[in-house]
């Protein structure tokens, strides 16, 4: 059985930043493409990052363009996003999110076409 364990989040003040890390266990690591998104109270879930299962391929909200990277480490079953220069407006539930993909470039931001979701783990930013 797949899982992924996020972890990382917690309270910040504008201008910092923060390293969210997520590990799959069950399955084999390097067979998925994987997502982080997030969700603001009163909002729906949103990508914000993805990276292909060999890390060619990265895609990025507009919102996060050069202020996060995302990043995985299959020796280490782990997917991190890096956030730099955080504000308010980027408080929100942080979900990592798997699906399986035969391609190896492949890199999707679509919330369907996730097989697993993490727990999520909260981002506070304060101003």
């Known amino acids: 059985q797949v899982q992924l364990l996020e972890s990382g989040g917690g309270l910040v003040r504008a201008g910092g930043s923060l390293r969210l890390s997520c590990t799959l266990s069950?399955?084999?690591?390097?067979?998925?493409?994987m997502g982080w998104f997030r969700q603001a109270p009163g909002k729906e879930r949103e990508s914000v990052a993805a990276?292909?299962?060999?890390?060619?391929?990265?895609d990025y909200a507009d919102f996060v363009k050069n202020r996060f990277g995302i990043f995985r480490d299959n020796a280490q079953n782990t997917v991190f996003l890096h956030m730099n220069n955080l504000n308010p407006e980027d408080t929100a539930v942080y979900y990592c999110?798997?699906?399986?993909?035969?391609?190896?470039?492949?890199?999707?931001?679509?919330?369907?076409?996730?097989?697993?979701w993490g727990q999520g783990t909260q981002v506070t930013v304060s101003s």
């Open positions: 069950g399955s084999r690591f390097s067979d998925y493409a």
């Open positions: 999110a798997a699906e399986e993909t035969p391609q190896s470039s492949y890199v999707s931001t679509n919330i369907n076409a996730f097989d697993f």
């Open positions: 990276i292909s299962r060999n890390s060619f391929r990265t």
